[in-house]
């Protein structure tokens, strides 16, 4: 269970070899229209981009709006494919002619925190926590026993029958970080998720991101929280007008 | 996803609320029941076509003008093949005994039947009334059937008008042909009807299955993203609208079992041996009646078989309509 593996020395600790888990090479992507996303923002293109991130690492991801944040996140969860260049996930050559399935099981690896939480309305905190494991075909008592774990390590065991209309933003966002690791991702990805959260809230949501990075699990925050970056310092990755311009 | 235990399954798509299930199991009853009716009647024609022309093509009607009359001299070649009873001679033996013992020497009849005068009386009836009947020379009238494979000797019509001048030998073997004809167009217009119906219930269940991915689909973007895979979404919404298929399949075929069962009823003298007479308390009596046909065994195995395959038949086009529809919908998701 996740709260006991608190317990243990964080992957940084172990001294194994870190594997590149993000790996992308002259990698571009634009549109042939103008591509909105979920919430209706216009995607920027990508413009040769090239970085790694090995495992276990914690990157922000910063740029003004419009410098692609979003674009390259819907890249590195494959909800879009790049036009060119090369791009390995996880161990995995991403190409056109990848699997669907393939994609999935990669799908499924990745935890992703949206900005808007993205719950599923109809049901509670438990099983809206509880669909990356069933999603895996988990035994129920084995997702009872991690969804419970989670809950309280995101302090919501409280609230674990409630429905996503009777959260705040901040515990609607927790359960959303509670969704994306409980299947123990090997990547996490969140787009800007502190942006309705009040300065407590996002100093404990990232608080928790960075835990989970300590543990193995790599990690990149887009956010342009400029006090949040400070308070909490890593590593990250710029972008202006679609182009990387800083990695460190 | 349902867990082991079968509960509910808990991943947002609540499809009981997403797809127009009452809709959709009218729609698949509707269209159940026009297959169930279509094939019914393609298996009744195709039976009763099947029976006719086979015993039309074996059966031989020989009539007889003047029976009674003393039969002609017969010729020298007819005489050698006639037997001749001992107590009878030529001149005492009537026109159809005649020609019944020159019958009776064929090797290639399995039945030889005479009508008499109660069974010719029931068939003119309809057209001469009771009174009719007795007032007309009537012809005798012999009913042949010939064994299987075989057929009458090319010189038998000729022998018989030399025993009894005017006898007619019906052959139905055009019949055959002519039935058999009926028989595979009525068959191929149940087929056609089958396919039409069919095409129908996909359309009908191909729209309730996009009606239900529009409804549900920022949920399934959302299971998506988690890492759901396409046979995932599509085994979901391909069993729910299996099983409302399943239930709409069934209710349309217990619907069709009626009309079906007095119909059976009603065409048993004409597709059986047994004679089934209509309830003389009138028709509030005919739907129990009808009932019966399906216990003791009016009703072929083979129609029967053929109304249960329908819901399965509703269900498997269900299954595999929404899968398609689903996994081609989520295309358009990368």
């Known amino acids: ?47 040769s981009i090239s970085f790694t991130v090995p495992q276990g690492e914690f990157r922000w991801l910063l740029g003004p709006s419009g410098a692609g944040k979003s674009s390259l996140l819907r890249l590195l969860h494959l909800e879009t494919l790049p036009a060119s260049g090369e791009f390995e996930l ?9 699997g669907r399935s393939v994609l999935a099981r990669l799908r499924q690896r990745i935890g992703m925190v949206h900005q808007d939480f ?5 049901l509670s905190v438990a099983d809206n926590v509880a669909l990356p494991l069933r999603l895996q075909r988990r035994h129920e008592t084995d997702v009872s026993t991690e969804v419970d774990a989670i809950l309280n390590w995101v302090d919501l065991a409280a609230r674990k029958g409630a429905r996503p209309a009777e959260l705040s933003g901040g515990e609607q966002q927790r ?8 299947a123990r991702p090997d990547l996490v990805l969140a787009d800007e998720p502190t942006n309705a959260l009040e300065e407590s809230q996002a100093s404990r949501v990232i608080a928790m991101l960075r835990e989970i990075s300590a543990m193995g699990t790599t990690v990149i925050v887009a956010t342009h929280n400029d006090a949040l970056v400070r308070r909490f310092p890593a590593q990250a990755l710029r972008l202006e007008h679609g182009r990387l311009v800083s990695n460190e | 996803m349902s867990d082991r235990r079968g509960r509910r399954v808990r991943d947002g798509l609540a499809l009981s609320h997403a797809l127009p299930d009452r809709s959709l199991v009218a729609m698949v009853a509707a269209m159940s029941l026009l297959a169930a009716l279509t094939w019914a009647g393609a298996f009744g024609a195709w039976s009763l076509s099947a029976r006719w022309a086979h015993g ?4 031989v009607t020989i009539q007889v ?10 010729s020298d070649d007819a005489t050698a093949q006639v037997p001749v009873k001992e107590n009878q001679t030529d001149h005492q033996r009537s026109r159809i005994d005649a020609v019944m013992d020159v019958l009776r020497a064929q090797s290639a009849l399995s039945e030889i039947h005479r009508l008499d005068a109660r069974e010719l009386d029931q068939i003119l009836r309809p057209w001469l009334g009771t009174s009719g009947v007795a007032a ?13 494979g075989a057929s009458l000797t090319d010189g038998l019509s000729s022998r018989l008008a030399g025993l009894a001048p005017g006898t007619l030998v019906e052959r139905n073997d055009d019949w055959r042909s002519r039935l058999q004809m009926v028989a595979r167009s009525l068959l191929a217009c149940a087929a056609l009807a089958i396919v039409l119906v069919g095409g129908i219930g996909v359309a009908v269940i191909g729209m309730a299955t996009r009606l239900g991915l529009g409804a549900r689909r920022e949920s399934i973007a959302i299971l998506h993203g988690l890492g759901a895979a396409d046979g995932y979404v599509a085994s979901r919404f391909g069993r729910r609208v299996a099983w409302l298929s399943l239930a709409g399949g069934i209710a349309g075929t217990l619907l069709a079992v009626p009309p079906i069962a007095i119909v059976v009823r009603f065409m048993a003298p004409l597709s059986g041996p047994q004679a089934v007479t209509m309830p003389e308390q009138g028709y509030s009596t005919i739907l129990p009646e009808a009932f019966a046909a399906f216990t003791d065994g009016s009703v072929p195995g083979d129609l029967m078989i053929g109304l249960a395959c329908v819901p399965l038949c509703a269900m498997l086009t269900a299954l595999l309509t929404a899968q398609v529809i689903v996994r081609v919908w989520l295309r358009r998701l990368p």
């Open chain 2, 136 to 148: 007309l020379p009537l012809p005798g009238v012999i009913e042949l059937h010939l064994a299987p």
């Open chain 2, 65 to 74: 003008p003047d029976p009674d009359r003393p039969a002609s001299l017969p």
């Open chain 1, 175 to 182: 359960t959303a970080i509670a969704r994306a690791v409980v």
């Open chain 1, 90 to 98: 996880l161990g995995v050559d991403i190409r056109p002619a990848v």
């Open chain 1, 1 to 47: 269970m996740l709260v006991r593996v608190r317990e243990y020395p964080s992957f940084h600790q172990t001294g194994f070899a870190r594997v590149v888990m993000i790996r992308l090479h002259n990698v571009t992507w634009r549109h042939a229209g103008q591509m909105r996303g979920r919430r209706g923002e216009t995607l920027s293109a990508l413009t």
């Open chain 1, 118 to 122: 993205r719950l599923m309305p109809t």
């Open chain 2, 56 to 59: 039309a093509a074996n059966l």
